[in-house]
T-cell receptor, first 110, second 117 residues
Framework: SQKIEQNSEALNIQEGKTATLTCNYT??????LQWYRQDPGRGPVFLLL?????KEKRKERLKVTFDTTLKQSLFHITASQPADSATYLC?????????FGPGTRLSVLP | DTGVSQDPRHKITKRGQNVTFRCDPI?????LYWYRQTLGQGPEFLTY????????KSRLLSDRFSAERPKGSFSTLEIQRTEQGDSAMYLC???????????????FGPGTRLTVL
């Protein structure tokens, strides 16, 4: 059956460290993968998109990798700050169809 | 503000009542999506429109659910005879896509939280 898993339900790290979130999937062949941030009581906000033929994408303190052989994406936040605390969702895309993972709740401790 | 807006933000209703939610997308966006999200889960796709045409509906969308986008601008999602299991956050998103099959970055509204008593 198709499944999307995101590392743990919650991840706590110390301010200034690098946060690494994982997104693993089975029985999907996404053409692209996106990462979203969601704060409590609000809709998701788009962060980054990476296509199947791209290995890595960067945007400021964010970095995403996409390994279609391992069926995995890694999402890194460097020099993390308490303001980065939120739930992060990966979403697999094939054309206009989107499937979201369950999310990882990140807490950056001061 | 030119983002996606949703109304109401919160709705409490009794089981068996009908409810209707509205979504106003970003004005130049041709696609509009509805999702449902429960606590601790990611958004689940319900349906989407390209302009005024409803192109896809999830199996999650039972006969009690109906969505419209009459003029290709705002959209409404109606739930008839609500059940307690319908309690969730209902999210709307919009995007602009030039060609079919293109990648789709979606911009989400703040959601409507529905509580069915």
């Amino acid at each position: 059956s198709q499944k999307i898993e995101q590392n743990s339900e919650a991840l706590n790290i110390q301010e200034g460290k690098t946060a690494t979130l994982t997104c693993n999937y089975t029985n999907y062949s996404p053409a692209y993968l996106q990462w979203y941030r969601q704060d409590p009581g609000r809709g998701p906000v788009f962060l980054l998109l990476i296509r199947e033929n791209e290995k890595e994408k960067r945007k400021e303190r964010l970095k995403v990798t996409f390994d279609t052989t391992l069926k995995q994406s890694l999402f890194h936040i460097t020099a993390s700050q308490p303001a980065d605390s939120a739930t992060y969702l990966c979403a697999l895309g094939q054309g206009q169809n989107f499937v979201f993972g369950p999310g990882t709740r990140l807490s950056v401790l001061p | 503000d030119t983002g996606v807006s949703q109304d109401p933000r919160h709705k409490i209703t009794k089981r068996g009542q009908n409810v209707t939610f509205r979504c106003d997308p970003i004005s130049e966006h041709n696609r509009l999506y509805w999702y449902r999200q429960t606590l601790g889960q990611g958004p689940e796709f319900l349906t989407y429109f390209q302009n005024e045409a409803q192109l896809e509906k999830s199996r999650l969308l039972s006969d009690r659910f109906s969505a419209e986008r009459p003029k290709g601008s705002f959209s409404t999602l109606e739930i008839q005879r609500t059940e307690q299991g319908d309690s969730a956050m209902y999210l709307c998103a919009s995007s602009y896509t030039r060609t079919s099959g293109g990648t789709d970055t979606q911009y989400f509204g703040p959601g409507t939280r529905l509580t069915v008593l």
